[in-house]
Structure formats: structure tokens, C-alpha cells
């Protein structure tokens, strides 16, 4: 009955153990007015076409815009009438009821079809509400969910779950960017096995133990570590393209252009934009300049004047499908003019590079990479314009002063003479004439 509803996909997924350092790194890269994540490449983020791969969830339907139910004693009748237990007063507040006391049937040989359903019906709002909707506390869900969940489970698929789980998802992440916030909601599990997929240096390591299990001394789900691979991360290293679409069963590509809708996902009082223009090379699609987001930072309040101009955008969502074709042999680069503009206005770091390096446990390296990086950059444009051997190597040592590299400064790696200490004139000529030339390359020489 889960697969009559639409949920058996989800009821499938491994809980797998939440790694909170990975979740940490990412919710420091992510940006309440695009509702992206700012990396040292361009803006990526969690899309429907996301949540539809990892989640099996629809996309298209109607959207969840809250409850029509008000008062304790309906919630208590609708309890006793779809799921056979009768909760008390004291266990609901306004909208939400006390997880524990959310109890199923248990399902015997003789029991009736209206007890596995109710049964089924309780696994599924205990689903929604602890796996896909959950909050800070981890003790309540909504009590929403079980009005949508009345009568035939099968109308169940006719809700937008994708949508409202990614938008659910979006107005945590964006709480959880306020540095006084210290827990985020949303569906953890889908932020997480999104990162596996499209950053493979986060994956796990399969491996047989030989010992007892231990993580002493390992970087692993270490917090500078994730902070410090992100900081020096290359799109190279990013999946834009993870899913096969051949392998995809029909039902989850016959979706496939609603992923790229510019639409506001609703969820409750809760109203989230999505937008795909930002990282269009998750589309196959070349990269260029985003337009400007339609709110600011100030667009995460329950505000209904906001909902209710989503519900009409949702309503016409086939008029906001940024691009219509799926084509796996599109463009993933980025163009110039986008790389000009995101290193003047995106946030490619994150760590300071002034604080002091810590001395024990993971030492970062991003800093001393972004600035060998930097150097290579610019001898290189040293090199295109012919300047001289001793400018080349005079960049190369500031480069190792930069990163504090004394052993190659003391073991004299960079033979040159200062323009104070060196010959005379006549000698540089020489040695000039004698190199072949102005037009001849000089080479740094190594010892």
C-alpha cells in the first residue's frame, strides 16, 4: 500500500547516520537570497530535478498550502477516524502532536483492510513528519499531514511532495545561516546524499575492517576538513551531471521539465523561490550571468500576501519552465563573463585566511593553495608578456614567503642576484647576447 500511495521509494532509503560536520560546511556556503551554495566555482544548489532522483517524490500536483482543520477536538476525532488511536488534549498544540504518541495498529494474519490501512496511513505521516518534514526538536510533526492522508491513500499522489520538500528544506537552510541558530530542520538525508552525489571526495569509503572500528586521528567528519576542501574545491570536482537519464524509469522523466521551473514551492505558510537559472550547468546548459532574485534576505517570514502570489505562480507553473530541452550534449563550462562577474560578487571562501592555522588535529590548506594559484596565474601572464627572468622569480619567491614555505627559501631553491647586489650592466648585456636575445625564453633554474 506504501507503492499505492507514492511513499515505498522513500520507505526504502537507508537511515543512514547524519553526518553534522558535512551539514555544518554546506549550511556556511548557503545563500538566503538565491538559495544556493556559494562555491570557489560558481553558485550550485538542490533542485526538483534533486529531490525527484534521490526521493522518488512527484513534482507535479497540487501544492500543500496548510490545513483547513482548526481546533483540537477535530484533530482528535480525525485521529481516532484515520489511524485508531485517540490522542489526548494535552499531547497537540496548535498544529503539531507528540511523536511518541503516534501509535500503529500492528498488522496480524486476520487483520481487516481497514486496519492496514490505518496502519499504512500511520507509517506514511510518521514518514512525512520524522524523515521528509522534520523539525529542531525531533519530537512533534505536524498534524497536517494526516488531513491531506484521509480517505483513499492513492489520492495521496496528487500533492506536489517534491516541491514541498525542497521547500521545506530551503526555509531551513536559510534559518540556519543566521549565526545565532544552532539546529536545522528539513530533510537532512536529502542535503546529504545530494553532496555525496555531486562531490565524490565526501563520499564514504567502502571498506572491510580488519580491527575494531575506531576514527582516532581520522579528518574525517572533521569540520576544517569539509570547510577546507570546499574552500579550495575546483569544478572539477563537482558532479554536474550524476544521474543516467537512459536507467530512469518514465514516470520520473515524463517530470523532467518541470525541474527547471523559476516557481516559489510552497509548503504550509512557507514560500520558497526556486531557482535554476543560478546553476544552469546542473542542466547541461552553459553557464551565463543569472537574473537578479525576485526577494531579498527578508523573504522567510509566514507571510501570506507571499503564498498566496506563489499558489497563483504554482498554478501556472508550465509559464515559468526556464528551458524545455533535456539534452545530455549541452555545454557544462561556464562563460567568461560569468567567472568575471561571480569572483567580484560571490563568496569563494569561507575560512579567513588572517586567523592563525590551528596546531593540532587538521591543519587547512586552502588559503596557502588559493594563493599558489594566484601566483602561477600571474607569472604565467609574466611569461605571456616576455618580462624578464628576474621578475618571474622574484613572483615565485614572494609566492613562497606567502606560504611560508622556509625550506625552499633556505635551501637557495630560486639562483638569481638582487638588482642591488648583482654585475654590472655590460654583463647583463652579455649574458642577454649570449641567451639569444631579446626574443629568447629564459627558464628558471633549479637546483
Not at 29 to 34: D, Q
Not at 171 to 185: F, I, S
Not at 304 to 319: D, F
Amino acid at each position: 500500500m506504501l507503492a499505492y500511495a507514492g511513499f515505498l521509494g522513500v520507505e526504502h532509503i537507508a537511515r543512514m547516520k547524519v553526518d553534522h560536520s558535512l551539514i555544518c560546511a554546506l549550511v556556511e556556503r548557503w545563500r538566503p537570497e538565491t538559495h544556493t551554495f556559494h562555491l570557489p566555482f560558481g553558485e550550485v544548489g538542490i533542485s526538483l530535478q534533486d529531490v525527484a532522483m534521490i526521493l522518488g517524490l512527484p513534482i507535479r500536483g497540487m501544492p500543500l498550502s496548510g490545513p483547513t482543520i482548526k481546533g483540537k477536538a477535530q484533530w482528535i476525532d480525525l485521529c481516532t477516524q484515520s489511524c485508531g488511536f485517540t490522542p489526548l488534549e494535552t499531547d497537540m498544540r496548535t498544529s503539531d502532536i507528540t511523536l511518541s504518541v503516534v501509535t500503529r495498529h500492528p498488522i496480524v494474519t486476520d487483520s481487516t483492510d481497514e486496519e492496514v490501512t490505518e496502519h499504512t496511513r500511520t507509517l506514511i505521516w510518521q514518514l512525512l513528519g520524522g524523515f521528509l518534514f522534520p523539525d529542531t526538536s525531533g519530537t512533534r510533526i505536524r498534524l497536517y499531514f494526516l488531513e491531506v492522508l484521509q480517505g483513499d491513500l492513492a489520492l495521496a499522489r496528487r500533492w506536489s511532495w517534491g516541491s514541498a520538500v525542497l521547500g521545506y528544506l530551503y526555509h531551513n537552510l536559510c534559518n540556519g545561516a543566521k549565526w545565532e541558530t544552532k539546529q536545522v530542520g528539513g530533510c537532512m538525508h536529502l542535503l546529504q546524499i545530494w553532496a555525496w552525489s555531486r562531490i565524490s571526495m565526501f563520499r564514504p569509503s567502502v571498506l572491510q575492517w580488519i580491527v575494531p572500528k575506531s576514527y582516532k586521528g581520522s579528518p574525517r567528519h572533521c569540520i576544517r576538513l569539509y570547510r577546507d576542501d570546499l574552500d579550495r574545491m575546483s569544478e572539477n570536482q563537482f558532479d554536474f551531471i550524476p544521474y543516467a537519464s537512459e536507467t530512469l524509469p518514465p514516470l520520473v522523466l515524463n517530470e523532467a521539465p518541470l525541474w527547471s521551473a523559476r516557481v516559489m514551492l510552497i509548503f504550509c505558510n512557507m514560500a520558497e523561490m526556486h531557482y535554476p537559472d543560478r546553476f544552469l550547468r546542473q542542466f547541461h546548459i552553459r553557464q551565463d550571468i543569472p537574473n537578479a532574485p525576485l526577494t531579498g534576505t527578508d523573504n522567510h517570514g509566514n507571510r501570506s500576501n507571499i503564498v498566496t502570489g506563489a499558489l497563483a505562480m504554482w498554478a501556472n507553473i508550465q509559464h515559468h519552465i526556464y528551458f524545455l530541452d533535456y539534452d545530455r550534449h549541452m555545454f557544462l563550462e561556464a562563460t567568461n563573463r560569468y567567472r568575471n562577474w561571480y569572483k567580484k560578487h560571490g563568496m569563494t571562501r569561507v575560512q579567513n585566511p588572517s586567523h592563525n592555522v590551528p596546531t593540532t588535529g587538521y591543519t587547512p590548506t586552502a588559503h596557502d593553495w588559493g594563493i599558489v594559484k594566484q601566483g602561477v596565474h600571474e607569472v604565467y601572464q609574466l611569461l605571456a608578456d616576455r618580462a624578464s627572468y628576474e621578475d618571474c622569480q622574484k613572483r615565485l619567491r614572494q609566492m613562497a614567503l606567502d606560504v611560508g614555505d622556509e625550506e625552499m627559501l633556505h635551501r637557495g631553491i630560486f639562483h638569481y642576484e638582487d638588482e642591488d647586489e648583482g654585475g654590472s650592466d655590460e654583463e647583463d648585456d652579455a649574458d642577454e647576447h649570449e641567451g639569444g636575445g631579446e626574443d629568447s625564453p629564459s627558464l628558471p633554474q633549479f637546483s
